[in-house]
């Protein structure tokens, strides 16, 4: 079985997550997505409450047979690490590096260097980086950059913070997250001041 993890805080979950995913998953013949909200990412604050976030990839994903929501994080409770959540799904389903990948942005990719054990992410799996415009190659050490693979994926432009700030001011994000988030975001009032 080959899997492909993707971690984020999720909030929301939006159109750009779910595109880069179904082509990723298509391109590279996986069997399954696990979509894996942070609990508590040791790199981002102010941001709604775990509950929420869980609810909007559920019904992000709902429908797509390949698409899995991983509750790991949120039952380990804690910061979430990533090496942590790596370590513990390939031993949970008997997965071996050559059938883990790990799906992150290059906006993820810059800071990679800073995160918890990234040698040991990068032993442990694969990881596959769908390219977010602006991006130069020149700007990741080449210790990460000679040791990841690059998706072959079209690039799209749509930022979680983004949706936050036009939902703030009032501003459509219609056709930046699916129809059930949206309806979820204004029935919850999230990101109102």
């Known amino acids: 079985m080959k899997i492909c993890l993707f971690g984020g805080t999720f909030d929301p979950p939006h159109i750009g997550h779910l595109l880069i995913s179904q082509t990723i998953c298509e391109v590279e013949e996986f069997d399954k997505i696990l979509f894996i909200p942070a609990y508590n990412p040791p790199h981002k604050k102010d941001i709604s409450p775990i509950d929420h976030r869980v609810k909007m990839v559920k019904l992000s994903i709902s429908g797509n047979p390949k698409f899995e929501l991983s509750d790991i994080e949120i039952k380990r409770e804690g910061i979430s690490y990533t090496i942590d959540t790596i370590r513990a799904l390939k031993k949970e389903m008997n997965l071996t590096r050559e059938n883990t990948y790990y799906l ?17 992410i990068l ?25 990841i693979q690059f998706a072959n994926i079209p690039r799209y432009e749509i930022a979680s913070t983004t949706i936050r700030a036009r939902w703030i001011e009032n501003m459509t994000i219609r056709y930046m997250v699916t ?10 009032k999230l990101y109102e001041k």
């Open 104 to 120: 992150m942005g290059s906006d993820s990719l810059l800071d990679f260097h800073n995160w918890r054990e990234p040698e040991a």
């Open 123 to 147: 032993n442990e799996c694969q990881v596959i980086v769908a390219i977010r415009p602006g991006f130069r190659p020149s700007d990741i050490q080449h210790w990460i950059l000679h040791r």
């Open 179 to 188: 129809l059930p988030v949206w309806d979820y975001i204004h029935e919850n």
